[in-house]
């Protein structure tokens, strides 16, 4: 079996991480990468002879499920695994409605990955139990996330916002509370109230989120 595969993220140390999880699989046939959906596109009109491709969500210039919805109804062929560090309940139920046919978290292991791309072109949606649940509750309690992002406004303080910048900037606790002139403690409490108010688990997604919204 030669299963033809592209990878789209943003990210060239993560998608380096990624080829490295298939090259344990003979049967799986690294074909491209792309950084973005548009980049995925342009590479698609000129080959579109793929079987799965595996795409990240928060990409600039084209998102992953913007771009998902694009190739499902261009190349309909194609399977499309979601591959992200967000397991938020929008970006999951945004995904599915976009057409794609599994989501899967960045942290799965190689064979775990292998597993759920034989499964997803087998014709079944291939998920990380925690997505399977957090599906399960989507079908039965749907949530109007148009109405929840038109509501949804996030408020921070100036010092949080100060934190977050450096944060974006890859800066340790230890440097920010240096620049800012605070201690590692008071750095780590801010820290701990922006990921309350922005509702999220990791630096990763603070600063994607903070980005999203405007705020840094």
Do not use: W
Not at 139 to 157: A, V
Request: glycine share 4%; proline share 2%.
């Amino acid at each position: 079996m030669n299963i033809k595969i592209a990878i789209v993220d943003d990210n060239s140390f993560l998608i380096n991480a990624v080829k490295e999880k298939l090259s344990f699989f003979e049967d799986l046939n690294m074909k491209f990468t792309a950084v973005n959906g548009t980049d995925l596109l342009c590479k698609l009109e000129e080959n579109h002879n793929l079987d799965l491709i595996l795409m990240d969500i928060e990409m600039p210039v084209l998102n992953g499920i913007e771009t998902t919805e694009i190739v499902k109804q261009k190349y309909p062929h194609i399977k499309i695994i979601m591959l992200t560090v967000f397991d938020n309940d929008e970006n999951i139920f945004n995904a599915i409605k976009a057409g794609a046919d599994g989501y899967l978290l960045k942290e799965i292991n190689a064979k775990d990955l292998h597993d759920g791309i034989i499964e997803t072109l087998n014709g079944g949606a291939a998920m990380n139990p925690s997505i399977a649940l957090k599906t399960l509750k989507l079908l039965r309690n749907p949530i109007d996330f148009s109405f929840k992002e038109n509501q949804e406004e996030i408020k921070l303080s100036d010092r949080e916002i100060q934190v977050l910048e450096q944060l974006s900037k890859g800066l340790s606790y230890n440097l920010i509370a240096e620049n800012l002139i605070l201690s590692s403690g008071t750095i780590r409490k801010h820290i701990e109230n922006i990921y309350k108010k922005l509702q999220v688990h990791n630096k990763l997604e603070a600063v994607e989120k903070a980005k999203k919204n405007n705020l840094i």
